[in-house]
């Protein structure tokens, strides 16, 4: 609380109060301390706090629903670093809620490649974004890696794989 007080536009401390607040469940005083940070201008000093602060106030505003505000967040998480994973994935999921299943499969699958195709989570919400946007073989494939990785992983075989068979003989 003192280098808020003495700096009262330091990145990190203001990032940490944030966070402190997210424990407490008190996510209005989070989000109005992660608006300060987004209304700065990004330093590189700073870039990864800049990037976990953007990152937490579009999980906010995803779970208020107001995905405009989220998405503008994140495209400029993703400006300054487009290998951010969760940035991504956030998109994704918008996208995926807006039932713009194409789209959201394209940010799925930069989520996929830049995580190094290991999280099942993102490998099943890619299969089943393939699935929906009609690429079938697409969605056997990642199906293919993720059970590969995490044989007993919950859902993506009976949902995803067989169902995408299915389809592709029909």
Request: charged share 30%; net charge positive.
């Amino acid at each position: 609380m003192e280098i808020a007080t003495t700096e009262r536009d330091y990145v990190p401390a203001l990032l940490g109060m944030a966070t402190a607040y997210m424990y407490l469940k008190q996510t209005p005083r989070a989000r109005n301390q992660l608006k300060r940070i987004a209304k700065m201008n990004w330093t590189s000093e700073d870039a990864e706090e800049f990037e976990r602060s953007w990152l937490l106030l579009a999980d906010i505003y995803i779970q208020s629903g107001k995905y405009d505000m989220a998405s503008d967040l994140l495209k400029k998480c993703i400006q300054y670093n487009k290998s951010c994973c969760k940035a991504w994935e956030y998109m994704g999921f918008i996208m995926e809620k807006e039932q713009a299943y194409k789209d959201a499969a394209k940010n799925y699958e930069n989520a996929w490649k830049n995580g190094n195709r290991n999280n099942p989570t993102i490998g099943f919400r890619l299969a089943f974004n393939y699935l929906k946007a009609k690429r079938y073989v697409d969605a056997i494939d990642v199906c293919h890696l993720v059970l590969n990785q995490h044989p007993h992983y919950p859902k993506i075989k009976k949902e995803i794989l067989d169902k995408a068979r299915s389809l592709i003989r029909i």
